[in-house]
T-cell receptor, first 116, second 112 residues
Framework: KQEVTQIPAALSVPEGENLVLNCSFT??????LQWFRQDPGKGLTSLLL?????REQTSGRLNASLDKSSGRSTLYIAASQPGDSATYLC???????????????FGKGTKLSVIP | DTAVSQTPKYLVTQMGNDKSIKCEQN?????MYWYKQDSKKFLKIMFS???????INETVPNRFSPKSPDKAHLNLHINSLELGDSAVYFC???????????FGSGTRLTVV
């Protein structure tokens, strides 16, 4: 059974700092890994999707890396801003069955606070 | 032009009632899902439908019954609501295996 762990559970940093959020998973047989952002009382916003054959993806100030063999992913946020304050969730999917549907296994998230 | 929309956003109801949550996506995706986020913020899959066919049916009480009238809609009906059903329910959609998920904004269900 796949398990996803995110460390730390909470993180507080001053504005402008670069930071790294960690995600680890127990079963390296994944199809893809997705990072989401959740704001209080809101839905999940997809940030980055990394296919199992990829090593990293970048979007603006965000960079996500994937080391499938070791079961790890990191989300790097450069020059953090107060607007980055949210909970960041990591989710992995099992090998794709071709049935059109695949489930995500989520970590419990890292709650990030960026202090002005 | 919301991609995945759920209604209602909030739902407060008494124990024993029956309620429904509706979900619609305008992305043209073939697959839709229901996820539950409990009080500890842990997200877990409940159901998935692909082109109106039930694909994933996790271990949830049979008081929960999904219905997909077409591939753009997936509704969740809950019978005989219990206190433990209080949670945030998220609808999502995806297309194929490599394109990621799009989530709705969630329905916060409170059973009193």
């Amino acid at each position: 059974k796949q398990e996803v762990t995110q460390i730390p559970a909470a993180l507080s940093v001053p504005e402008g700092e670069n930071l790294v959020l960690n995600c680890s998973f127990t079963d390296s047989a994944i199809y893809n890994l997705q990072w989401f952002r959740q704001d209080p009382g809101k839905g999940l916003t997809s940030l980055l999707l990394i296919q199992s054959s990829q090593r990293e993806q970048t979007s603006g100030r965000l960079n996500a890396s994937l080391d499938k063999s070791s079961g790890r992913s990191t989300l790097y946020i450069a020059a953090s801003q107060p607007g980055d304050s949210a909970t960041y969730l990591c989710a992995v999917s099992p090998p794709y069955s071709g049935a059109g549907s695949y489930q995500l296994t989520f970590g419990k998230g890292t709650k990030l606070s960026v202090i002005p | 032009d919301t991609a995945v929309s759920q209604t209602p956003k909030y739902l407060v109801t008494q124990m024993g009632n029956d309620k429904s949550i509706k979900c619609e996506q305008n992305l043209g995706h073939d697959t839709m899902y229901w996820y539950k986020q409990d009080s500890k913020k842990f997200l877990k899959i409940m159901f998935s439908y692909n082109n109106k066919e039930l694909i994933i049916n996790e271990t949830v009480p049979n008081r929960f019954s999904p219905k997909s009238p077409d591939k753009a809609h997936l509704n969740l009906h809950i019978n005989s609501l219990e206190l433990g059903d209080s949670a945030v329910y998220f609808c999502a959609s995806s297309q194929g295996g490599g394109y990621g998920y799009t989530f709705g904004s969630g329905t916060r269900l409170t059973v009193v």
